[in-house]
């Protein structure tokens, strides 16, 4: 079972693990991570744009990946996208396998492809001033080590 859903509106943690739980016993684990907008910097807002229909696409490509990668039983991706302001969620990833190994590792590589891969465009906002997200050197790098 995967699900990627690109949307603005909130997200439940909860609810998205609990949807992993297919209930026949065979899980073992589930890793999960939930990203949050964080003010650093006086950021005040952040909004975030895609391409509908490629954004996805690119998203599903990695995810066939870490299914190949991983036993992965379960695999849910959940990406906001609009105005986001600190202490929003922005990101869901979870896995569900019947090890904790694999699904901490496909939870991490998958989060690594899509803050380098997935085609998403920040924009940050402090005070007056709005700037574009540019890559990072130190995300690329997490990248190179599932090559």
């Given at each position: 079972m995967s699900e990627i859903r690109i949307q603005k509106e909130d997200f439940d943690p909860g609810a998205e693990i609990a949807a992993l739980e297919n209930g026949d016993g065979e899980a073992g684990a589930i890793a999960s991570f939930v990203g949050i907008v964080r003010g650093d910097g006086g950021l005040t807002s952040m909004t975030l744009d895609h391409y509908p229909g490629m954004c996805e696409s690119e998203i599903a490509v990695h995810a066939a990946e870490a299914r190949k990668r991983w036993p992965i039983l379960g695999l849910r991706i959940v990406h906001?996208?609009?105005?986001?302001?600190?202490?929003?969620?922005?990101?869901?990833?979870?896995?569900?396998?019947?090890?904790?190994?694999?699904?901490?590792?496909?939870?991490?590589?998958?989060?690594?492809?899509?803050?380098?891969?997935?085609?998403?465009?920040?924009?940050?906002?402090?005070g007056e001033s709005e700037t574009w997200v540019a890559a990072r050197s130190q995300d690329d790098e997490s990248v190179r080590r599932w090559r």
């Open positions: 906001r996208i609009g105005r986001l302001v600190p202490g929003d969620r922005i990101v869901f990833v979870g896995v569900s396998s019947k090890h904790r190994q694999a699904a901490f590792q496909a939870a991490e590589f998958l989060m690594d492809y899509l803050k380098t891969r997935a085609p998403f465009w920040k924009l940050e906002r402090r």
